[in-house]
């Protein structure tokens, strides 16, 4: 079964960067697709991002298309997810998340295998 580490989130001004890392390990990596997700106080959770397992293909919410890219590096066993431009609508818990033996990505939660504890964004306006 695979685990999922993120790191990376913080706070932030509206305007500003980050950077989030989730470090994978427990089985082979480069079989998955994977993606992120985003959870507000009270809101549902909610896709933003995933590649394919090559990253080859890559998928976003239209909210967050042309701010944040999603990038994967398999010899570190990491998925990125750069987040510029950041507002305070942005402001989530951000969760990495796994989908086994798929090389496709997808917007829906329920395809995805296995999550990671979540990290916290905060941006202030």
């Known amino acids: 079964q695979g685990q999922l580490v993120e790191s990376g989130g913080g706070l932030v001004q509206a305007g500003g960067s980050l950077r989030l890392s989730c470090a994978a390990s427990?089985?082979?990596?480069?079989?998955?697709?994977m993606g992120w997700f985003r959870q507000a106080p009270g809101k549902e959770r909610e896709f933003v991002a995933a590649?394919?397992?090559?990253?080859?293909?890559?998928y976003y919410a239209d909210s967050v298309k042309g701010r944040f890219t999603i990038s994967r590096d398999n010899a570190k066993n990491t998925v990125y997810l750069q987040m510029n431009s950041l507002k305070p609508e942005d402001t989530a818990v951000y969760y990495c998340t796994r989908r086994y033996s798929s090389r496709s990505p997808s917007r829906d939660l329920t395809d995805f295998d296995s999550w990671g504890q979540g990290t916290q964004v905060t941006v202030s306006s």
């Open positions: 427990g089985r082979t990596f480069s079989s998955d697709a």
């Open positions: 590649i394919s397992w090559r990253g080859g293909s890559t």
